[in-house]
């Protein structure tokens, strides 16, 4: 019997949670390598989220696939938009320091 690493009670070997305070014991699968999990980091994160989606032993490999597709994507059309946000901003600066149409 090993402690807890959480709440240092005794647990088995073979648990993958600590029965007392929840903890998962396993690396790689607790809820941030969840399906769940992920999908919230993508919202607060986007393409850096991609470590917890290939480090989840939960997630067969099709998912982490698409996940890395959907992923990149996103992380492509905000930096294109970034970038034509930063043409706008700097178009309207020469327009107004500049003064001519």
């Given at each position: 019997?090993?402690?807890?690493p959480?709440?240092?009670?005794?647990?088995?070997?073979?648990?993958?949670?600590?029965?007392?305070?929840?903890?998962?014991l396993?690396?790689?699968?607790?809820?941030?390598?969840?399906?769940?999990?992920?999908?919230?980091?993508?919202?607060?994160?986007?393409?850096?989220?991609?470590?917890?989606?290939?480090?989840?032993?939960t997630?067969?490999?099709?998912?982490?696939?698409?996940?890395?597709?959907?992923?990149a994507?996103?992380?492509?059309?905000?930096a294109?938009l970034c970038?034509?946000?930063?043409?706008?901003?700097?178009?309207a600066?020469?327009?107004?320091?500049?003064?001519?149409?």
């Open positions: 019997m090993n402690p807890c959480r709440c240092s009670n005794p647990i088995d070997e073979t648990d993958n949670f600590c029965r007392h305070c929840g903890r998962s396993k690396p790689g699968t607790g809820f941030l390598f969840s399906h769940t999990g992920i999908i919230l980091m993508a919202f607060v994160l986007g393409p850096f989220a991609l470590p917890f989606v290939w480090l989840s032993k997630i067969g490999t099709a998912a982490k696939w698409i996940y890395t597709v959907l992923l994507a996103v992380g492509v059309y905000f294109v970038y034509h946000s930063f043409l706008l901003v700097q178009e600066a020469q327009l107004m320091l500049g003064g001519g149409f």
